[in-house]
């Protein structure tokens, strides 16, 4: 299973595009956008609406089937993820999520959390911290790995685990 995501985007249609084009089994973009929900540059993804996104044709949060993983798509900002990533972990729990995604804070990360994966990829255009402006995959089968790339395709970081 492949699944990409991006967030915070902020109007910057370019990024999207470089990572819409992209081959997964799933897209996602977790929200500030800052484009219509109509826009066709949005159209092979799947979409939430950030606290900088005005159309409200985007859902809050999606839950989609994605080859037998379940995974929760959310902004952040409604869960405080700046400060704790626990209201979005019993989101998670609640929804039986296998995977969390999510952005707001725009620094890349991921960790395992009582076999749940949260994922924030950072941000393609305003990244903090002193990153790059990043995007993540996701690959699971026997093992799970989650790169975050740069808009040139660059890995500049990872995280792996077997599963025995």
């Not at 959310?74 to 704790?84: A, M, P």
């Amino acid at each position: 299973m492949k699944i990409i995501v991006l967030s915070d985007s902020h109007g910057d249609r370019q990024t999207i595009e470089a990572v819409a084009g992209l081959s997964a089994d799933a897209i996602f973009h977790c929200g500030d956008s800052e484009l219509g929900a109509d826009d066709p540059v949005l159209k092979s993804m799947h979409v939430v609406r950030g606290n900088c996104d005005y159309d409200n044709n985007f859902p809050k949060s999606v839950i989609i089937d994605v080859k037998g993983k379940k995974v929760l798509a959310v902004h952040g900002h409604e869960h405080d993820v700046k400060r704790s990533l626990m209201n979005v972990y019993y989101s998670a729990k609640e929804q039986e999520a296998d995977i969390v995604l999510f952005g707001h804070s725009h620094v890349y990360g991921a960790e395992m959390k009582d076999d749940i994966l949260f994922v924030n990829p950072g941000s393609t255009l305003l990244p903090r911290g002193g990153n790059p402006a990043t995007y993540a995959v996701i690959e699971w089968d026997e093992t799970l790995k989650v790169t975050f790339k740069t808009m040139q395709h660059e890995a500049v970081n990872y995280m792996e685990k077997k599963f025995f």
